[in-house]
């Protein structure tokens, strides 16, 4: 298993990002943390039913402890994998990849696309949107 640790320079000492779930083999990567230190996204590749890996876009905020999931679709399902975020500055945005088919509507080029969330900083509710990134 991967584990995502950030260093707190006030207690100099490294503190572990707790997993999702302790149930479920979790590898975690990429991680990206806002400019003030209290959030940090990585994704997460977690084994979904019947074996099959995914990974996921998290958001964990190192204040209240509690985890977002970036990157669950309309369905609340993942088909596929999402990787590569990061997160602005002060903790609003992850931009990451994505071949997740839900996430937006009619996404139908099968291919990986670039999108955008917006986090409402774990204070708001469901005030979370997906703007698909257009690239020439």
Do not use: C
């Not at 000492?13 to 975690?28: C, F």
């Amino acid at each position: 298993e991967d584990d995502i640790f950030i260093y707190d320079r006030e207690k100099e000492q490294a503190i572990k990002i707790p997993k999702i779930d302790s149930e479920i083999t979790e590898y975690s990567g990429d991680p990206s943390i806002s400019g003030d230190g209290r959030y940090i996204t990585y994704h997460a590749y977690r084994r979904a039913d019947g074996g099959v890996w995914f990974s996921d876009i998290v958001v964990y905020d190192l204040d209240s402890g509690k985890f977002k999931i970036a990157t669950r679709g309309f369905d609340g399902e993942i088909d596929s994998n999402s990787e590569y975020p990061v997160i602005s500055a002060d903790g609003r945005f992850v931009a990451f990849q994505s071949q997740v088919s839900d996430l937006v509507v009619d996404d139908t080029n099968g291919t990986r696309d670039v999108f955008v969330y917006m986090n409402e900083l774990f204070g708001m509710e469901k005030n979370e949107i997906y703007l698909p990134m257009i690239l020439k």
